[in-house]
């Protein structure tokens, strides 16, 4: 198993007054060339969206595109006609395919929204673009990791165009747990939103992330108070034009 430990504190960093993001991979003015990417896995953006603030209207295309509110309340309106609100518990997908213009807000001017948005590079150029939105917490068990991600449209969770799998997980107390991979020469990104785990020799603290390479499976020894995410992702870039 070979693994490369990204610390909290070595991520790229913004503050625009009215937003504050950590990038895990370079992004906008963030560029670091040993981080462009793992895998097909493109964009972690840890964002912090001061109150009534948010980003205009933009577009995306050939993007999977996974936000999951930490707190808060963010706004969405799309060109695909949808409009509404997400918070914690809920995640929200698009596929923008070949084309969609977008824009999210913090809708409540008193309390700031945080939230990780993560792309996911298509196994396929120019898809139909595709908008989703469910409520995870109702499937959510205490010291277990929920599917909330997978290429299945009949998979717990949403569902995305790539050979990729989003386990979440929050545990209030001291757990051992293995996780295997779905797909053979997939990697996985650990990324702990809070708490700490151990993984190997290699402990990871709040907001710290460990590529995971080379294995069909690995052990942790999660620690009470903790909520991770684990991102499962083909290691091949290649896709279907």
Excluded: C
Excluded at 34 to 46: A, K, P
Excluded at 155 to 184: C, M, P
């Amino acid at each position: 198993m070979k693994t490369i430990l990204h610390t909290a504190d070595s991520r790229g960093f913004q503050n625009h007054g009215w937003l504050v993001a950590n990038h895990s991979f370079s992004f906008a003015n963030y560029y670091n060339p040993e981080r462009v990417h793992f895998g097909v896995l493109r964009v972690l953006n840890d964002d912090f969206v001061v109150g009534g603030m948010g980003f205009g209207t933009h577009p995306h295309s050939n993007m999977e595109i996974v936000t999951i509110p930490l707190s808060g309340e963010l706004h969405h309106r799309d060109s695909m006609g949808n409009f509404g609100a997400i918070k914690k518990g809920e995640i929200q997908v698009m596929s923008a395919g070949t084309g969609i213009q977008h824009s999210e807000f913090n809708g409540n001017k008193d309390i700031p929204v945080t939230l990780l948005q993560i792309w996911v590079i298509p196994r396929e150029n120019d898809v139909e673009p595709r908008y989703d939105q469910i409520k995870i917490s109702d499937n959510a068990v205490d010291n277990e990791f929920q599917q909330i991600v997978s290429p299945n449209p009949d998979d717990a969770g949403v569902w995305i165009h790539q050979d990729a799998w989003f386990h979440l997980g929050s545990f209030s107390q001291k757990s051992n747990r293995t996780y295997q991979l779905k797909k053979e020469g997939n990697g996985v990104y650990v990324f702990v939103i809070s708490g700490s785990l151990k993984i190997g020799d290699t402990v990871l603290n709040q907001r710290d992330a460990l590529e995971i390479t080379e294995t069909d499976h690995f052990d942790m020894e999660i620690e009470e108070n903790s909520e991770v995410l684990l991102i499962e992702v083909p290691m091949s870039l290649s896709r279907v034009k």
